[in-house]
């Protein structure tokens, strides 16, 4: 994957990210992204109150990962990392 390109989808990850943030922040967690595999696997590490939540795959899945595909429809799978 050249530098330009792996840039372009950090930038539409981090976006997507973003959006959904205030509502994580607002529980009192937060995700961060951590890599984007050659296989457009992207890993993301939930901190705060969503690590460990019993919520937090349901956040995962129906939030943070919702929000990615809609900018980064690529996205072959959302996964965490501790």
């Known amino acids: ?19 959904v943030r205030p509502y994580l922040h607002a529980d009192g967690g937060d995700v961060e992204l951590v890599d984007v595999m ?7 590490r939930l901190t705060g109150a969503c690590d460990g939540c019993p919520f937090s795959m349901m956040t995962l899945k129906a939030g943070i990962e919702q929000a990615i595909r809609k900018k980064f429809p690529e996205m072959r799978e959302l996964v965490t990392v501790d």
């Open 38 to 44: 050659p296989d457009n696997t992207v890993k993301v």
């Open 1 to 19: 994957m050249s530098s330009n390109l792996h840039d372009e989808i950090i930038q539409k990850i981090s976006s997507a990210i973003n959006e």
